[in-house]
């Protein structure tokens, strides 16, 4: 739905597997089970080959943090570090995480609002997964998980969305409570635990059991397609509210990050929001939105620790000033 790509960022699934005998990844009896689980994985991937690799114990904890930023992996993962596994897809699409919350979680995200494709795509994955390994299954319960949450299909169906008017003009809690009255519910840019940065906000299914996979993703979409439909609304809203206002708002964010010589993370990610604000309200223009969206992580410490190597925590924030304003600059430029 490309009339949406402006406010439906990125549509993702992931679905939860156990194997059946082995208890949670927190009560694993041994590193044997761990390296069963994670050598059973990779074997059945072999099948596919565009997949990367990695054993999280043989990375730097910065590396680590680095593939968090970019949302290939959980903070949950890296707690496991000791044990645990990530299988990447060239193209970082799909991602099995290995001795996580639940021993197998599988996820695939595609640009923009389109639930199907990536449930689509992960299925041919998880079918061979299902196949290869004995997963704990209930016929009441459906599949068994460390988080009852999950039980039933194991999935979590959810869109990454910027709604900049919507929490601009003040209707964030009213979504929030519409979201928990649908069973359905919000969290920030990293997920469960995370607080809301630069207007993003991830809206998924609170629970899946009693529903099919078909039945949870058209809940979500349903939901997801109203709101973008108000997300809409909104933004006219706030050019007839207040033009000027939000004008100024969003050049003056976009000659901050061109011309600041210290930024921070956080001041980073919301002077972003607003100068991809700026876009969608027609006052700046935007080469790339793929390349501009990847500045949300490019700039994150341990991503920009990965770009320049080590250097002096001090210098963080001007490195990082300097990184983001050339960027800034070649991919976007204020309209006339």
Same mark, same amino acid.
């Given at each position: ?6 406010? /439906? ?56 943090? /680095? ?234 410490? /341990? ?34």
């Amino acid at each position: 739905m490309e009339i949406y790509d402006n406010i /439906a960022i990125s549509s993702r699934i992931r679905l939860a597997r156990n194997v059946d005998g082995l208890k949670f990844y927190t009560k694993l009896q041994s590193d044997v089970d761990a390296q069963y689980i994670t050598a059973s994985v990779m074997k059945t991937l072999e099948e596919f080959d565009n997949f990367n690799f990695f054993s999280l114990k043989e990375l730097s904890l910065n590396e680590c943090n /680095a593939l968090f930023e970019q949302h290939l992996i959980s903070r949950e993962l890296i707690e496991n570090k000791d044990i645990s596994g990530v299988a990447i897809s060239e193209d970082e699409k799909i991602i099995v995480m290995m001795n996580e919350e639940d021993h197998i979680r599988e996820q695939c995200i595609e640009n923009g609002f389109n639930l199907y494709k990536p449930y689509r795509k992960l299925s041919e994955i998880d079918d061979k997964i299902l196949q290869s390994l004995p997963i704990a299954f209930d016929e009441k319960l459906g599949f068994i998980t460390a988080c009852p949450t999950n039980l039933g299909t194991g999935m979590r169906a959810s869109v990454m969305l910027f709604l900049p008017a919507c929490e601009l003009l003040g209707k964030i809690d009213e979504i929030y409570s519409r979201a928990k009255d649908n069973g359905l519910t919000i969290r920030g840019i990293y997920g469960e635990g995370s607080k809301a940065i630069g207007y993003f906000y991830q809206i998924s299914n609170q629970g899946s059991l009693g529903m099919d996979e078909n039945e949870i993703i058209d809940k979500v979409s349903d939901f997801i397609f109203s709101l973008c439909n108000e997300e809409r609304e909104m933004r006219q809203a706030l050019i007839e509210e207040d033009y000027d206002k939000y004008r100024d708002l969003t050049l003056r964010a976009f000659g901050t990050i061109t011309n600041c010589y210290c930024l921070d993370e956080d001041e980073m990610m919301e002077l972003l929001a607003s100068v991809k604000l700026g876009q969608v309200l027609g006052f700046i223009d935007i080469k790339s939105d793929d390349k501009f969206q990847k500045l949300f992580y490019e700039g994150a410490s /341990a991503n920009l620790r990965e770009i320049f190597g080590l250097f002096d925590k001090k210098k963080e924030n001007i490195i990082r000033a300097e990184y983001i304003s050339k960027k800034v600059k070649i991919l976007a430029q204020r309209r006339l």
